[in-house]
């Protein structure tokens, strides 16, 4: 069985703090994604990586950063959390390039004060 | 106008109903059609996988795909409180480098 693990389910923060959310992935998939998840509009992409040291940008970059170190974590950094970015994270993972099937995480629900 | 849309419901049912959720899209370059299941507090979990168009059936649940109206849907037959959760619809062109969900429909099945 995939397993994709999000390092907390639920996070408050203050205004301009720096936030990492971490993601871990035990299939050895090549690709992993960050979406955010928010009522009404769905997942939206953040930040997605190919291979380990490369990331490319999705739909709502600004703001966020990403790592990808090591081929099984993908850590979502939010340079100065501001209230806007109050949400559900979704971390994913898939296989590889031709492969449709993506295995999510539980969720981080963050909360910025 | 978004990529696709997807009614958000909620929807009610009584246990025991035909279900009918769907979505359109507008991009006629879509080729790959997914449904994701997710429970309260969990994440998405693939459902069920089309190509193109046509209809695919995995026990209660059958996907349907109408490329000429960019219109999908996803049936559930004989619906237990079990499926209660949101459903969201996903596609993709050839390539699988992105994929676009809808805002995702809240089920809720009443025993």
């Known amino acids: 069985d995939v397993k994709v693990t999000q390092s907390s389910r639920y996070l408050v923060k203050r205004t301009g703090e720096k936030v990492f959310l971490e993601c871990v992935q035990d299939?050895?998939?090549?690709?992993m994604f960050w979406y955010r998840q928010d009522p009404g509009l769905g997942l939206r992409l953040i930040y997605f990586?190919?291979?380990?040291?490369?990331?490319e940008k999705g739909d709502i970059p600004e703001g966020y950063s990403v790592s990808r170190e090591k081929k099984e974590r993908f850590s979502l950094i939010l340079e100065s959390a501001s209230t806007n970015q109050t949400s559900m994270y979704l971390c994913?993972?898939?296989?590889?390039?031709?492969?449709?099937?993506?295995?999510f995480g539980p969720g981080t629900r963050l909360t910025v004060t | 106008q978004k990529e696709v849309e997807q009614d958000p419901g909620p929807l009610s049912v009584p246990e025991g109903a035909i279900v009918s959720l769907n979505c359109t899209y507008s991009?006629?370059?879509?080729?790959?059609f997914m449904w994701y299941r997710q429970y309260s507090r969990k994440g998405p979990e693939l459902l069920m996988y089309?190509?193109?168009?046509g209809n695919k059936e995995d026990g209660r649940f059958t996907a349907q795909v109408d490329k000429s109206s960019k219109y999908i849907s996803l049936f559930i037959r004989d619906s237990q409180p079990s499926d209660s959760a949101t459903y969201l619809c996903?596609?993709?062109?050839?390539?699988?480098?992105?994929?676009?969900f809808g805002s995702g429909t809240k089920l809720n099945v009443k025993p």
């Open positions: 089309t190509y193109s168009s």
């Open positions: 994913a993972s898939r296989r590889g390039q031709g492969s449709y099937e993506q295995y």
């Open positions: 996903a596609m993709t062109v050839y390539n699988f480098n992105k994929f676009y």
């Open positions: 299939m050895d998939h090549e690709n």
């Open positions: 991009n006629s370059a879509f080729q790959y």
């Open positions: 990586s190919y291979d380990v040291k490369m990331k």
